[in-house]
């Protein structure tokens, strides 16, 4: 398992959303099961007459318009939805769209394709041997075999037209004419009854194939009869006496009544293909028929309430499981760090809380134990900056109560020497006083500062020639190494400030002899400041609290060193407050590098 927490709850959710989801699965497979079961027990009769009804529709009305009533009342006689398509898939009809309800899924094969240009095929036989004198002169009854076929593919081209410009002019109830006899019935006088006799002449005056469509004819069975090796005059041929359909009407998977094998005889498949290719374009075209479902009971019938509750109530059991283990291990160390908190919050900064694991809680009780911490660690630096402060003003307070009691008690004559002492000592505590309030000021950000370009050099220099004094009767060599670099935006006092105290703090720490240097050079966006001196250096344990307040490298804290141990931290406070970093880098014994880090006035690390 693993150790991160949200990972267990993303396993925990994933669980029950995979229960949820197999519990529901199971359900639909059973009704899917159940549903399929049934459609596939339907009859093979029912299946034969919507696939034979529909393409008679189709052979009898010339076009596939008006086929959507038809195609309702098969699916409400026989219970199967009843679907049809072209072969790209476009939906002609579909029983469940009409009934004005979602639209099933349909099944993955098709149960058949509709080609009305197969009941041609199959009716071509019995029309032409039943009695001529029956077909209307103007129109010559085709007479069997390939020799003929271009006359038969002009018969069923004027038919197929006839029937479908009826179709469209609303003569759609055709059905009572016999599907065999349909070519000379839809040529014959008086075939449509209802339809006005303009709207029959106008449909016989366009029904006619054109020479054009009659050449094209001649030449497709010649070029068929010559690819096929057959006889020319093939007179004796049955072309459409098998019945059998021609191979490129059907589409390849589909099944259905329509889907036979091709004769054998060459002449007669030659004769079929060009009579199939010739009505394209002039027959319906072909149509996918797909059933499924059934009855609308069917899945009403496999849905079993009681089931579906039982599952339901698995899960929810499941859900409830979980969630009362998540909540008891997310809200014990919770609870845990409660009560750390409240304790914390009473004063008792010792308090800490048990960290177990390394997940999302682990880490949020480890930050409360670095907060407490923290917290402990600045207490505890509060109540050394405040008995610091203590013994700062402790001795020259003292000193100065000292003297003003023995002038008041008359032990003492005051003088001009007793008067400066007493006023330097006030001076030096008015001195702490305001480093104090520099100090507090920049720890929050609130340290007043009026910043303009800077010339780093001129600074260097001035500071040089300000303690070049001191230096000299330490017997210090104090230079400045700087090169030509950019100004920085900075207050002049306040850096002077900062160089100052590092400048004084070298001094002190150098023996006679030694130097100290003051470097500038730039780098990127920043320039740098550098106070290098020659002399005892820091010990690395030490290293780390050169910014402490009230810190001296003399362990002692005596007074003698001349400082008070305020002077670092206030020159880090003062380089923060203007966006840079001051860093300590010592070697006991070599001396020590004070490094000021400022942006350029210009640069990308520059001010705004």
Request: hydrophobic fraction near 45%.
């Amino acid at each position: 398992m693993t150790r991160r927490f949200r990972t267990r709850v993303f396993v925990v959710v994933a669980l029950v959303a995979a229960t949820a989801v197999g519990a529901t699965a199971w359900l639909t497979v059973r009704a899917t099961r159940a549903e399929f079961a049934e459609s596939a027990a339907v009859e093979k009769r029912v299946v034969d007459d919507i696939y034979d009804t529909l393409n008679v529709y189709g052979v009898k009305h010339g076009t596939w318009e008006g086929v959507v009533q038809p195609v309702v009342r098969l699916g409400r006689g026989t219970g199967q939805r009843i679907r049809l398509t072209t072969l790209a898939g476009e939906v002609i009809v579909d029983t469940d769209t009409e009934a004005a309800r979602t639209a099933r899924p349909a099944t993955r094969r098709a149960s058949g394709v509709l080609d009305p240009r197969q009941i041609i095929l199959r009716s071509e036989g019995a029309a032409s041997a039943d009695d001529p004198s029956d077909a209307p002169g103007n129109i010559p009854v085709p007479p069997p075999g390939v020799k003929m076929m271009p006359a038969k593919i002009a018969f069923y081209r004027q038919a197929m037209r006839l029937r479908a410009c009826v179709t469209r002019a609303g003569n759609v109830d055709l059905n009572a004419v016999d599907t065999i006899r349909w070519p000379r019935d839809a040529l014959k006088a008086g075939a449509f009854v209802g339809l006005p006799y303009e709207a029959i002449q106008r449909c016989s005056q366009k029904s006619p194939s054109s020479i054009g469509e009659l050449k094209a004819d001649r030449d497709a069975v010649a070029v068929c009869l010559h690819q096929s090796g057959g006889p020319s005059n093939a007179a004796g041929s049955n072309a459409a006496g098998s019945g059998a359909p021609a191979s490129g009407a059907l589409v390849p998977g589909a099944t259905g009544p329509g889907n036979q094998q091709p004769p054998a005889n060459a002449a007669d498949d030659c004769a079929d293909q060009v009579l199939q290719q010739r009505l394209e374009g002039v027959a319906p075209e072909p149509l996918l028929l797909w059933l499924g479902y059934g009855r609308e009971t069917t899945a009403l019938r496999a849905f079993q309430p009681a089931r579906v509750i039982t599952a339901a109530v698995l899960v929810a059991v499941l859900v409830i499981a979980c969630t009362v283990l998540l909540s008891r291990r997310v809200l014990a160390p919770i609870g845990a760090l409660a009560v750390a908190a409240r304790r914390l919050g009473a004063g008792d900064l010792s308090e800490r809380v048990a960290v177990r694991g390394r997940d999302e809680i682990a880490e949020l009780a480890r930050s409360f134990n670095r907060m407490a911490d923290s917290l402990q660690r600045s207490e505890a630096a509060q109540h050394r900056m405040v008995s610091d402060i203590a013994h700062e003003l402790r001795t020259p307070l003292a000193n100065i109560r000292g003297y003003l009691e023995a002038l008041h008690d008359g032990v003492l004559e005051p003088d001009p020497d007793l008067v400066l002492s007493l006023l330097e000592e006030a001076v030096l505590q008015q001195r702490l006083i305001d480093d104090l309030q520099d100090l507090a000021l920049a720890e929050s950000g609130a340290l007043r500062m009026l910043c303009t370009p800077l010339d780093v050099r001129e600074l260097l220099e001035t500071s040089r020639v300000a303690h070049r004094a001191v230096a000299e009767s330490h017997r210090v060599e104090l230079t400045v190494e700087a090169e030509a670099v950019p100004a920085v935006d900075a207050d002049p006092d306040r850096l002077r400030q900062v160089v100052g105290n590092l400048v004084t703090n070298a001094l002190a720490a150098t023996p006679p002899g030694g130097r100290i240097t003051l470097r500038a050079s730039s780098a990127g966006g920043v320039v740098e400041i550098q106070v290098a001196d020659t002399g005892r250096g820091i010990a690395p344990d030490e290293l780390r609290h050169v910014f402490d307040r009230f810190w001296r490298a003399d362990s002692a804290r005596g007074r003698a060193t001349g400082g008070r141990g305020l002077g670092l931290s206030i020159a880090q406070g003062i380089v923060q407050a203007h966006g840079g970093s001051l860093v300590a880098e010592s070697t006991p014994g070599r001396g020590s590098t004070f490094t000021i880090v400022l942006p350029r006035a210009d640069g990308p690390g520059g001010p705004e």
